[in-house]
């Protein structure tokens, strides 16, 4: 990713904050499991900054509030602390009890004078920006919802969360896990790439931004070229 949000945000002192935090609250759960395998090599913290990530790219060109889009990035999964089902609504409570202890006007000004930082601490001293975040932290991962019934904010974040190892990170992790069997080898490690690849193809047409749309089908571009490359190697 050409623009690296990331950095921004730890650069400022109430982002900074938030994200020690909700690093801090995950680390005693800091696994993410997939496909009913609990794998050591996926982090739901960074999950959380992948996804962060995405959602600044998206919102740019989509229109989106950035400090509502920055501050529900970095909570949306802070839920897992406490308990994974429904963990989108116990992100909002988590949420709520970090605003309930830190006033953000206490941090210390931010050395850098960058507009997202600025859009971030105006949307936590705002009431009404405050319910917005906590609106888009709970409605995440209702992935049925349309369009009509979402705000920009999170169409935008969830976006972002279904783009997270979509592409090249999907196949290093289709590859990790071929590894972890003990007579793996190359065509294993296709076989399951072709599967993703396959099931991935389902989010077609179910994405919320003409943005996060774009992102996927190149993404889905660049993994086709890869497949028949290396079916081509295989002799497949």
């Not at 047409?205 to 086709?224: D, N, P, Q, V």
Request: with cysteine.
């Amino acid at each position: 990713m050409s623009v690296h949000f990331l950095n921004i945000l730890r650069s400022g002192a109430v982002s900074s904050h938030m994200l020690n935090y909700v690093k801090g609250l995950l680390a005693p759960v800091d696994s993410m499991s997939k496909n009913g395998q609990t794998l050591p090599f996926r982090s739901r913290f960074s999950h959380t900054e992948h996804v962060i990530e995405w959602a600044l790219r998206i919102c740019g060109p989509e229109g989106g509030d950035a400090g509502i889009v920055s501050v529900a990035g970095i909570f949306h999964d802070s839920g897992y602390s406490v308990k994974g089902d429904g963990h989108a609504l116990y992100s909002a409570n988590v949420f709520d009890a970090y605003m309930s202890r830190f006033e953000p006007d206490r941090f210390p000004a931010d050395d850098i004078g960058d507009i997202l930082l600025t859009n971030i601490r105006s949307t936590l001293s705002s009431s009404i920006s405050i319910n917005k975040v906590r609106d888009v932290i709970s409605r995440h991962s209702d992935k049925h919802l349309s369009c009509s019934e979402l705000s920009l904010e999170s169409r935008i974040l969830m976006d972002a969360d279904r783009l997270d190892e979509i592409g090249a990170m999907g196949v290093l992790f289709d590859c990790f896990v071929a590894a972890q069997s003990p007579a793996y080898n190359y065509n294993d490690a296709y076989d399951r790439i072709c599967a993703t690849f396959e099931k991935d193809g389902e989010l077609d047409g179910r994405l919320y931004t003409e943005s996060g749309a774009k992102h996927y089908m190149k993404m889905r571009r660049y993994i086709a070229g890869f497949i028949s490359g290396l079916k081509e190697e295989l002799g497949r």
